[in-house]
Structure formats: structure tokens, C-alpha cells
């Protein structure tokens, strides 16, 4: 038996494919991936590797950097993002989150595109300029 990371991940894609409505010869159709093999990942027999993530990743539509996280290649980041959220949301179909990071990324696009012009701070990193940042109004006191 592998370890405990196998079994976790395994259960995961088990359970994003079950939420997705995908039968596991449809996952190996999506991936390329065998019917076995990937019987073998969900039920914890197997550790796939990061190109395997990738592709089951691909084939779920879902991010690869949540597997890799899931599988223990990547450290978790502190805070996680909106978006590893709404992608990690269990409780939603596939449907309901593909419609969810769609609004999500047009709110983002949008966001970005009226952001203000950012000059680099000394560590390469970008802040507004002061010409361009926006000031609060003065409070009523």
C-alpha cells in the first residue's frame, strides 16, 4: 500500500470526477490515461506523478497546482487564493464552478484593466505610483 498522500489524493480525484459526472473510462478517454491506472490512483494503490497529475488535472478541469498541493508536490500557500477555492468547492458541480470562475476571472480582468499604472519597488515587485494612487476622500469630522 502507499502512503497516506496517495490515499488522499486518490480520494480527491474520485471525488472531483464523481462531481463532475465523469465515469472512469471517460477519465481515461479525457487523459490518456489507463482505466486501471487511474483505478488505481483513487483507490490509493498508486501515487501518480506530477505529468499524470497534470493530465487527470486537464482532463477534470481543474487546476494542476490543486493536485500537486494535494499529492504533497507542492507546499499548501497560507491564505490560498479565490480561485483554488472555488475549484476545491465540493459541494458545487462542475457546472456551477466553471460558471463561478468564469465570473470570477471576468471580475479580475475587469479589476486589472482599470488599476491604476504600477512603478517596481526595490525588491522587483510592483506598487502605484503617487501620482496615480488613489487618495481616500477626506472624512466628514
Known sequence: MVGHAA???GSFIRAQRESAEVS???LAER??????????????????SAEVLAQIANGLRVSAEVLYMRAGILEERTGGSTRDALVMAMELTEKQRSALLEVYDAFVSANC?????????PD?????????AKVPPPSGD
Open 7 to 9: 490515499q488522499d489524493i
Open 24 to 26: 472512469l473510462r471517460q
Open 31 to 48: 487523459t490518456g490515461v489507463s482505466n486501471p491506472y487511474l483505478s488505481q490512483i483513487e483507490r490509493g494503490l498508486r501515487k501518480p
Open 113 to 121: 484593466a482599470s488599476a491604476p499604472p504600477e512603478e517596481p519597488k
Open 124 to 132: 522587483g515587485t510592483k506598487k502605484p505610483t503617487a501620482s496615480t
